[in-house]
């Protein structure tokens, strides 16, 4: 019987025990402990449902296009549960001074499917929009500008290669809010190979971003919808996951402290916690890694140095402030049609290091604020009905100091915030805050060359896999296929099936 160590039960770790359990299940001769540090298995996949209301605590959705996420739901039976994002409301605001206007219909991202919303646009200069017509004439200028001497794509920042497309008005009024909303970082150290794989393969097929997509979506590669989620929300997929495994396979609250290698397997060991009667070392066949960059950096620093200088460096810190409004409290409010709003991010803000006053944490929050969702208008059945549901996304540099503050004192800056921008906002009927320290690993230039090196090095390690949002992709669905697809590999090697 081998044995097999899965140290972090976020969504990718969740979902490699879920996938050994299936294959124990179906007879595989393994034997499978989780350890998780928190109470809970999920990670940042986290859903309150509460007097008619469904919040996400993390992420809402997933991207229709990729199918893992979709594929694990009908194998749990969800098939129902799923419903896809409303894109006849799909209307996006970017914040100018205290006003919302609307970006152009038929973008996707940065770039557009269709003139004429782009060039009747108040968002962008004559100079911008010139940019956007002049693009398909510099494809094959593009595409030789994308590629390296090896006849490869080049790596560069995602501004870098906006800005060649687009020029620097569009890269930092629509591209930088947008990556800042997913990722939280700058995009001129965020790597485009990494980021914008979609948009790098147009280039590379197309040289024209605007022509790539035209043709793309004439041929009907557009997804029915852009995002897709669970009726009574995403913690669906864990709790699915959860039944499928053996209680006795799951050791919560547990901090592994170190790993070993010793022969041909991998001795764990756990931090000493008082009254936890888990054996302090236990020794394994085979190790899935699924923690954090940090996290796995330090489990690594005594068996090979280099793989925590490959590893990402930097981490992006989140605060998600969910406000519910019933129907009675939304009457007054006057909430636009659509998705929400993004906050361009003008320059890097950092807090002050010496201790912040009320003054202080006002303007933090104000350069902190990366979006907002309006909820009840992106998936139907969120919110009861005429009820209104916001969530208010805090992150990037200046985020740090928030992290300390109390719930409550954030639960007023995102009102008062909030309200600045979409009119006042009366009491909440519902309010939570969830703080996401160094959730989201920042892919800087570079990133996938580096992977590259790191899964060369694990592969010299018997029986080991890395597996998380550090490496190819943050999003569920790439998630939960690294993660089910490790443990097929771990378990196909160690059995010989």
């Given at each position: 019987?081998?044995?097999?160590?899965?140290?972090?039960?976020?969504?990718?770790?969740?979902s490699?025990?879920?996938?050994?359990?299936?294959?124990?299940?179906?007879?595989?001769?393994?034997?499978?402990?989780?350890?998780d540090?928190?109470?809970?298995?999920?990670?940042?996949?986290?859903?309150?449902?509460?007097?008619?209301?469904?919040?996400?605590?993390?992420?809402?959705?997933?991207?229709?296009?990729?199918?893992?996420?979709?594929?694990?739901?009908?194998?749990?039976?969800?098939?129902?549960?799923?419903?896809?994002?409303?894109?006849?409301?799909?209307?996006?605001?970017?914040?100018?001074?205290?006003?919302?206007?609307?970006?152009?219909?038929?973008?996707?991202?940065?770039?557009?499917?269709?003139?004429?919303?782009v060039?009747?646009?108040?968002?962008?200069?004559w100079?911008?929009?010139?940019?956007?017509?002049r693009?398909p004439?510099?494809?094959?200028?593009?595409?030789?500008?994308?590629?390296?001497?090896?006849?490869?794509?080049?790596?560069?920042?995602?501004?870098?290669?906006?800005?060649?497309?687009f020029?620097?008005?569009?890269?930092?009024?629509?591209?930088?809010?947008?990556?800042?909303?997913?990722?939280?970082?700058?995009?001129?150290?965020?790597?485009?190979?990494?980021?914008?794989?979609?948009?790098?393969a147009?280039?590379?097929?197309?040289?024209?971003?605007?022509?790539?997509l035209?043709?793309?979506?004439?041929?009907?590669d557009?997804?029915?919808?852009?995002?897709?989620?669970?009726?009574?929300?995403?913690?669906?997929?864990?709790?699915?996951?959860?039944?499928?495994?053996p209680?006795?396979?799951?050791?919560?609250?547990?901090?592994?402290?170190?790993?070993?290698?010793?022969?041909?397997?991998?001795?764990?060991?756990?931090?000493?916690?008082?009254?936890?009667?888990?054996?302090?070392?236990?020794?394994?066949?085979?190790?899935?890694?699924?923690?954090?960059?940090?996290?796995?950096?330090?489990?690594?620093?005594?068996?090979?140095?280099?793989?925590?200088?490959?590893l990402?460096?930097?981490?992006?810190?989140?605060?998600?402030v969910?406000?519910?409004?019933?129907?009675?409290?939304?009457?007054?409010?006057?909430?636009?049609?659509?998705?929400?709003?993004?906050?361009?991010?003008?320059?890097?803000?950092?807090?002050?290091?010496?201790?912040?006053?009320?003054?202080?944490?006002?303007?933090?929050?104000?350069?902190?604020?990366?979006?907002?969702?309006?909820?009840?208008?992106?998936?139907?059945?969120r919110?009861?009905?005429?009820?209104?549901?916001?969530?208010?996304?805090?992150?990037?540099?200046?985020?740090?100091?928030?992290?300390?503050?109390?719930?409550?004192?954030?639960?007023?800056?995102?009102?008062?915030?909030?309200?600045?921008?979409?009119?006042?906002?009366?009491?909440?009927?519902?309010a939570?805050?969830?703080?996401?320290?160094?959730?989201?690993?920042?892919?800087?230039?570079?990133?996938?060359d580096?992977?590259?090196?790191l899964?060369?090095r694990?592969?010299?390690?018997?029986?080991?896999?890395?597996?998380?949002?550090?490496?190819?992709?943050?999003?569920?669905?790439?998630?939960?296929h690294?993660?089910?697809?490790?443990?097929?590999?771990?378990?196909?090697?160690?059995?010989?099936?």
């Open positions: 019987m081998k044995r097999i160590a899965i140290i972090g039960g976020g969504i990718a770790g969740l490699a025990v879920y996938e050994l359990a299936l294959q124990q299940h179906a007879g595989a001769p393994i034997e499978f402990v989780l350890f540090a928190a109470s809970r298995l999920g990670g940042i996949v986290e859903t309150v449902r509460r007097d008619g209301f469904v919040i996400e605590c993390g992420p809402d959705s997933w991207v229709t296009e990729k199918p893992w996420a979709r594929d694990l739901a009908l194998e749990l039976g969800l098939e129902s549960e799923l419903v896809p994002s409303r894109d006849d409301r799909r209307k996006t605001y970017l914040v100018q001074g205290r006003a919302l206007t609307a970006m152009p219909d038929g973008m996707r991202m940065m770039v557009p499917a269709q003139w004429a919303g060039l009747n646009s108040p968002l962008f200069s100079q911008a929009k010139l940019a956007y017509l693009e004439k510099l494809a094959e200028q593009l595409k030789t500008s994308a590629i390296d001497a090896a006849g490869s794509s080049r790596d560069e920042s995602v501004r870098d290669f906006v800005f060649r497309h020029g620097a008005e569009v890269a930092d009024t629509i591209a930088a809010p947008l990556l800042a909303g997913v990722f939280g970082g700058d995009i001129a150290m965020l790597s485009a190979r990494a980021v914008l794989p979609a948009f790098v147009l280039e590379r097929d197309y040289g024209s971003l605007v022509l790539g035209q043709q793309r979506r004439q041929a009907g557009e997804p029915a919808a852009i995002f897709t989620t669970l009726r009574h929300g995403l913690a669906g997929l864990v709790e699915g996951m959860e039944s499928h495994i209680a006795s396979s799951i050791q919560r609250g547990i901090v592994v402290a170190s790993i070993d290698r010793t022969g041909e397997g991998w001795v764990v060991h756990r931090a000493s916690v008082p009254g936890v009667s888990h054996p302090a070392s236990q020794t394994f066949d085979a190790v899935l890694v699924a923690t954090p960059a940090k996290t796995t950096a330090q489990l690594f620093g005594a068996i090979d140095e280099r793989i925590e200088e490959l990402p460096q930097q981490s992006s810190s989140a605060i998600v969910a406000l519910a409004f019933s129907a009675d409290r939304a009457s007054a409010m006057r909430i636009p049609r659509g998705f929400g709003f993004l906050v361009p991010q003008i320059a890097a803000q950092h807090g002050p290091s010496r201790p912040i006053s009320n003054d202080d944490v006002e303007a933090i929050a104000q350069s902190a604020l990366l979006a907002c969702t309006f909820v009840d208008q992106k998936f139907p059945q919110a009861p009905k005429d009820a209104v549901l916001l969530r208010a996304f805090f992150g990037g540099p200046a985020v740090a100091p928030l992290l300390e503050v109390s719930d409550a004192t954030l639960l007023r800056l995102a009102q008062t915030t909030l309200g600045r921008i979409v009119g006042k906002l009366p009491e909440p009927s519902i939570l805050v969830r703080r996401w320290p160094d959730s989201l690993p920042l892919y800087s230039v570079g990133h996938l580096r992977m590259a090196e899964d060369a694990i592969s010299r390690l018997p029986h080991m896999r890395l597996i998380g949002n550090a490496y190819r992709g943050v999003g569920l669905p790439d998630l939960i690294t993660g089910r697809t490790a443990a097929r590999e771990l378990t196909a090697n160690l059995t010989g099936a």
